[in-house]
């Protein structure tokens, strides 16, 4: 009967260890569980935080790509438009060629000198006639003008009241020789059919002559 008694006392005392254990396990489960629940959630946010940054981070990379190519279409336009201006800058100024009469040594005619001015103007040739003795050097252009006359190509060329002064002091054929000068040197110059000369906007009149009208390359005779 004592053996018997032991016997349970034994079995229920080994029924309460094993109760207590499982009970320990299952604790220890459980909060096992939660604990990898929680680090599984925290694992979760943490993504989901980097997944945003990551996607800012390619948008950023994408916005830069986009950004290059344009900058480098600036830097391109740039770059052309300042080689257009250099070339602009070193290119040479445009010569002209001009044909100036001068009276020979023997008075009979005119040498024809063909020169380059930078631009041909009526002041520019006035300048070279000046330059080569024909004229004097107080004279000079009140107005010129290109233009048509009955289907031609004229000129109208003004000049101030000393070039009359001028030739009303030479003889009739240093008059001659310096109209023709001035007459020859514009329509070869400007290839013109017809020049018509004035002072001061008034008819040329000499003593020897009075320049109306237009006048045709000119001859010495």
Not at 186 to 204: K, M, N, P
């Amino acid at each position: 009967m004592k053996h018997r008694t032991l016997c349970i006392a034994v079995l229920l005392c080994a029924a309460m260890i094993f109760g207590t254990a499982g009970c320990s396990n299952t604790q220890d489960t459980d909060a096992k569980t939660q604990t990898e629940s929680k680090e599984d959630k925290k694992d979760t946010e943490e993504k989901s935080k980097e997944t945003p940054d990551k996607e800012s981070e390619k948008e950023s990379a994408a916005s830069k790509e986009e950004t290059v190519p344009k900058d480098e279409s600036k830097d391109a336009v740039k770059s052309h438009a300042e080689i257009q201006e250099s070339q602009k800058e070193s290119a040479p100024v445009q010569t002209g060629q001009a044909f100036i009469y001068v009276p020979d040594e023997n008075a009979e005619g005119w040498d024809v000198n063909q020169v380059e001015i930078a631009q041909v103007t009526a002041d520019a040739l006035i300048g070279q006639l000046v330059g080569a003795g024909v004229l004097t050097d107080s004279i000079t252009v009140q107005n010129f003008e290109e233009t048509e006359e009955e289907g031609q190509y004229v000129l109208k060329l003004d000049l101030s009241s000393n070039f009359k002064d001028s030739i009303r002091s030479m003889g009739t054929a240093g008059e001659i020789l310096t109209i023709g000068a001035v007459v020859n040197s514009f329509l070869d110059t400007y290839q013109a059919e017809a020049i018509q000369i004035t002072v001061d906007g008034s008819t040329l009149e000499t003593g020897h002559e009075v320049y109306e009208g237009f006048m045709t390359h000119m001859d010495y005779q």
